[in-house]
């Protein structure tokens, strides 16, 4: 299993994978298939998939250490990554086919809307992380405060699902689903955070012969 | 250049066989997880279908007379009217009614007309298909989700019925109630909203002549995810207000309950008219998507019109209101 996830094939595999959605909305529309609301369906298909992604970035750590597969943090950038470049999908459905440029209106929207409010909140909460994912400026920040830059993601997935829970007419339950991982996703690092406060010796429990970087914090 | 890295691994990191397993386990667990999801989205289907009898495909409608009000705006295709449909007893995803309702038994079917009125009356779905000639009237449909079509409907007035039972002078309102059964709506609990499906008019707005009994669409009979076998038509109001599938019209003589308002009374009154200048309190109703021919990602939204363009035939209703007040 080790030594599936660090070849170098692993990546290119996973890489595909994330790049599946964006292919199946391709096809679809190449099929002159994207429902009877074009707009509204990749507005949504975009959309989910940019939380769908930002819950798998988060579930990475927790993965690592729960599974013992240390070697899960190579596919953590990637996967943060491709929340980024649904997001932009996402943004661009909102700017150009919904709104054809229009930028006083969404402007107005911006301030006007909360559900608006919050998920424009959510991207541009998005665009120095996307920037700073390179191992350039994480030693140009150095570990501790790139770290520090990168806890943002917390902030923006929760900003995520109160976007979209803002949104629905009635049916709560998607929302309400993506807001139970990501709330399990957060309570799992506040309890670890718990725990290593309360017994600083087992601070980092992938030991203390791997040195620190930014990348297995 | 030789570069010496110290090994990544020591053996504390070795993963123990039972984790190993444990792992293998668990990716089993992922598969079985997603086949049994997969499953249970097919349930209601399986339900829905285990009613047995097949579907009753829509029947062609004849004899129908041209309304001259029509608009003469470009249909929208019965392919993206009849898959598009908000009708939550069957499913909350734009889809899902297309496919959770194939089965819904819809014959025999009775509406009853009773309350505030002189003779009251249970009448079937046959009487009602001839009580008026059939008019097929292209009316512009407006959501409250700022999306638009343009319908070839097929009824007429809703004041053919009204005074078939005579409303007395104590009749100020209409109430309309949507035939409920969740035993044939699998998927009535995930709504969120209070059913049976209930709507309101005030009675002068139900005796307008635009207010359509409607019992067809596109030259058929209407498709069970548009309402079927009978629905209300108000193309001056959102979309909401149109009831589906008639099961009790109530002369009353205060203002009813209607779904929407009843779930979120600051985001849809009982009035619901149509209207530019006022937002829905999380989004703009300035502008509309209209669902046309073609592909449709790059149409170009157009202005929402006051009364959804009914001006001329509605706007007297509302005199003196205050329109943000009573929207």
């Known amino acids: ?217 | 250049m030789l570069i010496k890295r110290q090994p990544d691994l020591t053996y504390r990191d070795v993963t123990p066989k039972t984790l190993y397993m444990g792992r293998r386990n668990f990716l089993l667990g992922l598969v079985a997880t997603g086949a049994a999801y997969e499953a249970y989205k097919k349930v209601p289907g399986w339900i829905a279908l285990a009613g047995g009898k097949p579907a009753r495909a829509p029947a062609k409608l004849t004899g129908l007379v041209k309304w001259p009000g029509s608009t003469t705006e470009t249909l929208t295709p019965i392919e993206k009217t009849a898959t598009y449909n908000n009708y939550y007893e069957f499913g909350t995803d734009k889809d899902e009614p297309a496919k959770y309702a194939a089965n819904f038994q819809t014959s025999p079917w009775t509406v009853s007309v009773e309350g505030e009125v002189a003779k009251p009356r249970t009448f079937t779905m046959e009487e009602i298909m001839k009580l008026a000639p059939l008019e097929e009237r292209i009316y512009r449909h407006r959501c409250v989700e700022a999306w638009s079509i343009v319908v070839p409907w097929i009824g007429y007035s809703f004041s053919t019925i009204a005074n078939l039972v005579q409303p007395t002078s104590k009749a100020k309102f209409v109430a309309f109630e949507t035939y409920y059964n969740p035993s044939q709506m699998p998927l009535a609990s995930r709504a969120g909203i209070q059913l049976p499906y209930a709507e309101g008019l005030r009675l002068d707005e139900a005796m307008n002549p635009l207010t359509l009994l409607c019992v067809g669409m596109y030259d058929e009979t209407l498709p069970n995810q548009d309402g079927a076998p009978v629905r209300m038509v108000i193309p001056w109001k959102y979309g909401f207000k149109s009831i589906k599938s008639l099961a009790k019209i109530r002369f009353v003589k205060s203002q009813p309950d209607s779904a929407w308002n009843l779930y979120a009374p600051n985001e849809y009154g009982f009035y619901s008219n149509v209207n530019p200048n006022v937002d829905h309190p999380r989004w703009s109703q300035a502008t509309e998507r209209r669902l046309g021919p073609g592909f449709g990602l790059f149409t170009k939204r157009i202005p929402t019109l006051m009364f959804n363009g009914y001006a001329d035939q509605v706007a007297s209703l509302y005199t003196g209101m205050d329109l943000r007040k009573n929207f």
């Not at chain 1, 750590?61 to 649904?86: D, N, Q, S, V, W």
């Not at chain 1, 608006?116 to 390179?134: D, E, M």
Request: charged share 20%; glycine share 6%.
């Open chain 1, 1 to 217: 299993m080790s030594s599936s996830l660090t070849s170098q094939w692993t990546k290119v595999v996973v890489f595909a994978a994330c790049l599946g959605p964006f292919g199946w909305l391709t096809w679809r529309g190449l099929h002159n298939d994207l429902t009877s609301d074009p707009v509204a369906y990749v507005t949504h298909f975009t959309g989910d998939w940019t939380l769908r992604f930002l819950v798998i970035t988060l579930a990475i750590t927790p993965l690592r250490k729960i599974l013992h597969l240390p070697e899960l943090i190579r596919f953590r950038r990637m996967l943060g990554l491709f929340a980024f470049f649904y997001v932009c999908l996402h943004f661009t459905t909102w700017i150009w086919p919904d709104h054809d440029f229009a930028w006083s209106e969404m402007w107005k929207d911006v301030l006007k809307r909360p559900f608006i409010t919050v998920g424009f909140t959510a991207f541009l909460l998005l665009v120095p992380l996307a920037i700073t994912s390179t191992a350039g400026w994480i030693r140009r920040l150095g570990g501790k405060r790139w770290q520090m830059l990168h806890r943002l993601i917390y902030l923006i997935a929760v900003l995520g699902v109160i976007h979209y829970d803002w949104l629905v007419k009635s049916d709560v339950r998607k929302p309400l689903f993506y807001g139970f991982l990501v709330a399990l996703l957060l309570a799992w690092r506040l309890g670890g955070w718990l725990i290593s406060r309360r017994d600083k010796a087992t601070a980092d429990p992938l030991g203390p012969e791997r040195p620190r970087t930014a990348e297995t914090m």
